[in-house]
């Protein structure tokens, strides 16, 4: 794994400081290593150094399904070190997605808590072993620190992380550990990391978003604090008792706190950092980060799970207008090219598939890969996302190639019918929807959330911004969305329960 040699570090320096906050509990930086020490001796006497399954991997492979739990940040880092490579499952996933992931993972030792019976029966079932990281608390470290710190900056994978997925089988990629260290790197620079005192991801760490987040704090040598599972209220008051200077969330997750921010809660004038990543930040999002984190620097970034970082934004009252319509300049040592259908390069202002080429992008699928999302190219990689390079050199992203319906014969990105939602003033939440029309080819739907607008008022609003051929044909006011494990909404259960009529 990309930090070994800097916990290694921080555990000399700062040692009874506190590293990770998970629920309340914490390990100092000292208990962080020593617990990694522990635990990456017993997976070496467990497994030793070769991969059983070669046809995956290289070395031995861990997998990790702890969820947010204080367990996870040392067997994480006892699962990457050396040529560890680590799994990271959602313990949460329905049975049949985790007995179909890890029949065809088939890791060489699964690390569990005492209390989940479901998942040690379905690894006893599959015949693998396991480890429960309650028993080795009380281990003895007795491996050479060297080899836990080694080749942290090798080209060497040592993720295999995980699309999400809803009914059918998550995509499993792999990730080299140069990839995370050059973009801890330039993170550090280009998010200000030397003048936040601690960070707060307050979602699942299995989720790629927070698991960098986890380790770009390691990386830094400044406190993580996390939470079982997402609670807007608890991610606030956390905010509140701990001082903590830096938030990283999705954009719904500033929608949750507006709600409760407007039953009279005081804004956190502390937080100096609010990150914005995994959905495109919007003016409602905007105007909620603002009322309730009033001198915190907005930044979002764009990128892929399989990319890395592309392009970041910085937000102030000035230039919001401007820079909500893009996504930003270039990452660090990242450069973008626009291409057709013939991978040719397109000029400025006109839209097409929009390739990278970077350090950060992964080794590949290990399953999954249909071809219609990422992909390599002598000139760049891509996940198909469309978009084009404005004057000023920022990103504008219209969206996923499979974000494009057509709707009485004309071209339509869902993505662009829900900024437009979004910037009305009063909107607190929209997601746009296509269902099969006789009439039309796809009919447009439009879930929203809002206190002062109606639904009667919303087709003339939106002919403000849209033509009249994207304007949703129907609009349903919600109050209560459904939500993944990172705060995200689920986008197939709000389109089945339309189609339930639950809506």
Same mark, same amino acid.
């Given at each position: ?13 700062k040692?009874?400081?506190t590293? /990770?906050? /998970?629920?309340?509990?914490s390990?100092?930086?000292? %208990? @962080? ?10 997976i070496a ?5 070769q ?8 070395g ?11 367990q996870f940040?040392?067997?994480?880092l ?5 040529q ?5 499952i959602d313990?949460m ?9 890890l029949?065809r993972?088939?890791?060489d030792?699964l690390l569990?808590? %005492?209390?989940q019976? %479901? ?7 599959l ?11 009380s281990?003895?470290?007795n491996?050479?620190? %060297?080899?836990?710190k080694?080749?942290?900056?090798? &080209? ?9 997925g ?7 990629f ?7 260290r050059?973009?801890?790197k330039?993170g ?33 040598g ?14 606030l008051?956390?905010?509140?008792q701990h ?7 999705? &954009?719904?997750?500033?929608?949750a706190f ?10 956190l ?12 930040l919007?003016?409602?999002?905007y ?8 001198n915190a620097?907005?930044q979002e970034?764009?990128?892929? +799970?399989?990319l ?5 934004s910085?937000l ?5 207008d401007?820079q909500?319509?893009t996504?930003?300049? &270039?990452f ?13 390069a ?14 950060q ?10 071809g219609k ?8 990689s +891509?996940v198909?996302?469309?978009?084009y ?11 996923r ?8 014969g ?7 019918i ?9 909107? /607190?939440?929209?997601v746009?929807?296509? @269902? ?8 447009? /739907? ?11 008022q919303l ?10 051929y ?20 689920k ?5 089945k329960?339309?189609i339930?009529h639950?809506?």
């Amino acid at each position: 794994m990309p930090v070994h040699d800097k916990v290694c570090a921080h555990a000399a320096a700062k040692g009874e400081e506190t590293a /990770i906050n /998970i629920a309340g509990k914490s390990l100092s930086w000292r %208990q @962080l290593w020593q617990r990694t020490l522990s635990l990456f001796s017993v997976i070496a006497e467990k497994v030793g150094n070769q991969r059983h399954n070669s046809s995956i991997a290289s070395g031995p492979v861990i997998a990790v399904a702890l969820g947010n739990d204080l367990q996870f940040p040392p067997a994480w880092l006892a699962a990457t070190a050396n040529q560890n490579i680590c799994a990271v499952i959602d313990p949460m996933l329905p049975l049949e997605q985790l007995r179909d992931v890890l029949t065809r993972l088939q890791p060489d030792l699964l690390l569990l808590k %005492q209390s989940q019976n %479901q998942l040690q029966d379905l690894a006893h079932e599959l015949k693998l072993s396991t480890l429960l990281v309650e028993d080795t608390c009380s281990k003895i470290a007795n491996h050479d620190v %060297q080899a836990v710190k080694r080749d942290v900056d090798a &080209p060497t994978p040592f993720l295999i992380n995980f699309t999400s997925g809803t009914t059918s089988t998550p995509k499993a990629f792999m990730r080299s550990r140069h990839s995370w260290r050059v973009s801890f790197k330039n993170g550090y620079q280009i998010f200000d990391l030397a003048h936040a005192n601690s960070t707060l991801f307050p979602g699942a760490l299995f989720h790629g978003i927070g698991l960098y987040c986890l380790n770009e704090a390691l990386d830094a040598g400044t406190p993580f604090f996390c939470m079982e599972k997402w609670d807007a209220a608890e991610a606030l008051t956390i905010l509140a008792q701990h001082q903590v200077q830096r938030l990283v969330l999705v &954009p719904t997750m500033l929608t949750a706190f507006w709600r409760l921010q407007s039953a009279d809660l005081a804004p956190l004038n502390q937080l100096t950092h609010l990150l914005s990543a995994g959905a495109k930040l919007e003016m409602n999002h905007y105007r909620h980060a603002r009322s309730i984190f009033p001198n915190a620097r907005v930044q979002e970034y764009y990128g892929a +799970s399989e990319l890395g970082f592309i392009a970041v934004s910085t937000l102030d009252d000035e230039n919001v207008d401007d820079q909500l319509a893009t996504v930003g300049l &270039p990452f660090p040592e990242v450069s973008w090219s626009i291409r057709d259908e013939q991978g040719q390069a397109l000029p400025p202002n006109t839209p097409g598939t929009i390739y990278l080429n970077s350090e950060q992008i992964c080794s590949g699928y290990l399953w999954g890969d249909d071809g219609k999302a990422f992909t390599s190219q002598l000139f760049g990689s +891509s996940v198909r996302d469309i978009g084009y390079i404005n004057e000023l050199g920022c990103l504008v992203v219209i969206g996923r190639s499979g974000d494009m319906i057509v709707s009485g014969g004309n071209n339509i990105y869902l993505s662009e019918i829900e900024s437009a939602l979004k910037s009305l003033p009063g909107m /607190i939440e929209a997601v746009v929807i296509a @269902l099969e029309d006789d009439y039309r080819g796809k009919k447009l /739907i439009a879930f929203f959330e809002s206190e002062t607008l109606d639904v009667g008022q919303l087709p003339e609003l939106c002919l403000l911004h849209l033509a009249k051929y994207k304007v949703p044909a129907e609009f349903y006011k919600m109050k209560v969305w459904p939500l993944t494990p990172s705060g995200k909404i689920k986008r197939s259960v709000l389109e089945k329960k339309f189609i339930n009529h639950e809506i």
